[in-house]
């Protein structure tokens, strides 16, 4: 719920797995989050948990709230995968110099047809 309700992006979205063991049996928990963009953190936080307080005690569920969503379930349903590194801006390019008559003659055929 954090992760999601802070997301810098702007998306407030954030996956997790979480492995569990209950009466001896052990599962992975796929869980999704997402609010939408125009909510603050405490608003996202606050209808993300709503939707879990409601979510269905099973092998999945899901909430779909007007301004947030949850989702969770025990087989993979998203992708994960590393962000790639932040693009570097490209070199600012160097000023091109043009000689003063250049500049002039260039002028004198504008003006002077």
Do not use: W
Request: include cysteine.
């Amino acid at each position: 719920v954090a992760r999601a309700a802070s997301d810098g992006s702007g998306k407030k979205f954030a996956t997790s797995e979480v492995n569990m063991t209950a009466k001896g049996i052990h599962k992975t928990l796929y869980a999704m989050g997402q609010c939408t963009p125009d909510l603050n953190a405490t608003s996202c936080s606050n209808c993300l948990m709503e939707a879990i307080r409601i979510l269905p005690l099973s092998d999945g569920g899901r909430v779909l709230q007007p301004s947030c969503y949850v989702r969770y379930e025990i087989y993979p349903f998203f992708t994960s995968y590393t962000a790639p590194p932040p693009v570097t801006p490209p070199q600012p390019l160097a000023p091109t110099i043009i000689p003063q008559s250049n500049v002039f003659d260039i002028l004198l055929f504008v003006v002077f047809p």
